[in-house]
């Protein structure tokens, strides 16, 4: 069964840093790129960043680069979201997702782990 | 960027109703859409992908339709189990963009 487990949100202040893990199982990790993907309470989905199955390519939506890393382990199945900077708008519950080799869709996803920028 | 605009944004249905939910994007995006559907509290779920394939496990009543800039979503025949909010997706290019939602509730 695939399994995708978040870990690391909490409560952090504005101009903080946070590190999101994700640990997958049930699948050949390294096969698949990955993605986060976040949601700010009671709105919409909105996608973060991906990251290539080696690790060679990442991309990022426009209001997080230079502020947020992604980064992966296969060695470990698991992908990290490095955020720096963090602000108020930045809250979320961020998912751990599993893109789907040849596309950019989202077909596993964690439960989801909890960020809250606050003073 | 490409802008996706899901609607209705909310859309009220009884048991047993056909619904359509209808995702516009600002230009084309050939057939590179999915649709996913989210429970509260709970992850996104894919629905269809590539316009119109349905995923493994999802009830033949959902179906979708479209190409280009118009996309729909339909359900028929609403079950309990259906009421959630609908997503769509754009895949087509970076960034990944979504829909705001369509929220389907009960009548």
């Known amino acids: ?9 909490g409560l952090v ?4 840093s946070l590190r999101l893990s994700c640990a997958a199982s049930g699948f050949t990790f390294s096969s698949n790129w990955m993605s986060w993907v ?42 990290y979201l490095q955020m720096d900077s963090l602000r108020a708008e930045d809250t979320a519950v961020y998912y751990c997702a599993r893109t789907r080799i040849a596309t ?9 782990t909890l960020v809250t920028v606050s003073s | 960027d490409i802008q996706m605009t899901q609607s209705p944004s909310t859309l009220s249905a009884s048991v047993g109703d ?6 516009r994007a600002s230009q084309s995006i050939s057939s590179w859409l ?16 590539k316009a119109s394939s349905l995923e493994s496990g999802v009830p033949s009543r959902f179906s979708g339709s479209g190409s280009g800039t118009e ?14 909010t609908y997503y769509c ?19």
Request: glycine share 12%; charged share 20%.
């Open chain 1, 1 to 9: 069964e695939v399994q995708l487990v978040e870990s690391g949100g």
């Open chain 1, 13 to 16: 202040q504005p101009g903080g």
């Open chain 1, 38 to 79: 976040r949601q700010a309470p009671g709105k919409g989905l909105e996608w973060v960043a991906n990251i290539k199955q080696d690790g060679s390519e990442k991309y990022y939506v426009e209001s997080v680069k230079g502020r947020f890393t992604i980064s992966r382990d296969n060695a470990k199945s698991s992908m």
């Open chain 1, 104 to 112: 950019a869709i989202f077909d596993c996803w964690g439960q989801g």
């Open chain 2, 18 to 23: 056909r619904v359509t939910i209808t995702c």
């Open chain 2, 34 to 49: 999915a649709w996913y559907q989210q429970k509260p509290g709970k992850a996104p779920n894919l629905v269809i992908s």
């Open chain 2, 71 to 84: 996309f729909t979503l339909t359900i028929s025949g609403l079950q309990p189990d259906d009421f959630a």
């Open chain 2, 89 to 107: 997706q754009k895949y087509n290019s970076y960034p990944l963009i979504f829909g705001g939602g369509t929220k389907v509730e009960i009548k």
